[in-house]
């Protein structure tokens, strides 16, 4: 029986215990002695897959935190360590909203997050997850960094959301000293269609040295058939793409 088969077997539970009792400390004590080897890229195959699957039936935030150290590491072959990788996934999922304590703690060291934001796709509503989603990003700063991937994932999911909080959240990130970081925050505020945001986006625009960013910008206005300001018009028109253009009402349009 593989590793496949032996989840299937299981099923999603309610929230419910894997154990023969409901005793919730000796839960937490299955949970540790399972966590090792989980969590342990060296372990024999059979050895770490026996304890994901015995993780996956206790469906509690002590499972789901060892779960999610088996997405720190990769093993060979690849077909191998995706297939845990999914059942461990849907194990974390089966643990519900259980699991959104350990995501937090696992994202403030991660050096990827999207695998916690698939799962916080999973167990929460669109809405909560973009608060979620904002709080990760408001430990971030805009100086310059090499590594900057979970910061540019968060960005690039909240293109995808729309929330009251996130306009004002992201727009600092406009001014990120990193090119991949600005391009996503211009992404995930033009996605929220809101008109206070033509000043900090006009600003970016006057400022930017990226055509690509540029063009995001100009794309998004013309999206959202925004007006430039009449006394911002000129400036614009020299700081778009060449194939960029403002008409005399003051719309964007692209040749």
């Not at 403030?108 to 999973?122: D, H, N, W």
């Not at 600003?203 to 690509?212: D, T, Y």
Request: proline share 4%.
């Amino acid at each position: 029986m593989g590793l496949f088969d032996i989840f299937k077997g299981k099923g999603k539970g309610g929230g419910g215990a894997g154990g023969d009792d409901g005793d919730g400390g000796k839960k937490k004590n299955a949970a540790a002695k399972w966590a090792e080897a989980a969590g342990n890229k060296r372990a024999q195959t059979y050895d770490r897959q026996e304890a994901i699957n015995e993780l996956i039936k206790l469906e509690t935030p002590e499972a789901a935190e060892a779960l999610l150290k088996r997405f720190t590491f990769a093993v060979d072959p690849s077909i191998t360590d995706q297939e845990e990788k999914e059942v461990a996934y849907e194990g974390i999922v089966s643990c519900g909203r259980g699991a959104i304590e350990p995501i937090r703690k696992f994202v403030a060291k991660a050096e990827s997050v999207q695998t916690p934001i698939r799962i916080l796709k999973a167990i929460c509503e669109k809405d909560e997850v973009a608060e979620e989603l904002l709080k990760w990003l408001s430990k971030w700063d805009t100086e310059y960094a090499k590594f900057i991937d979970p910061k540019v994932q968060i960005l690039q999911e909240l293109e995808e959301l729309t929330h009251p909080d996130i306009r004002e959240a992201v727009e600092r990130f406009l001014e990120d000293a990193n090119d991949p970081a600005r391009f996503h925050a211009v992404g995930a505020t033009l996605a929220q269609k809101n008109a206070a945001s033509i000043g900090p986006l006009l600003k970016l625009l006057l400022e930017e040295e990226s055509v690509r960013i540029k063009s995001r910008i100009a794309d998004g206005f013309i999206a959202n058939d925004w007006e430039v300001p009449d006394d911002q018009r000129d400036a614009a028109r020299k700081a778009l793409p060449h194939n960029y253009g403002i008409d005399g009402s003051g719309k964007m349009t692209k040749r």
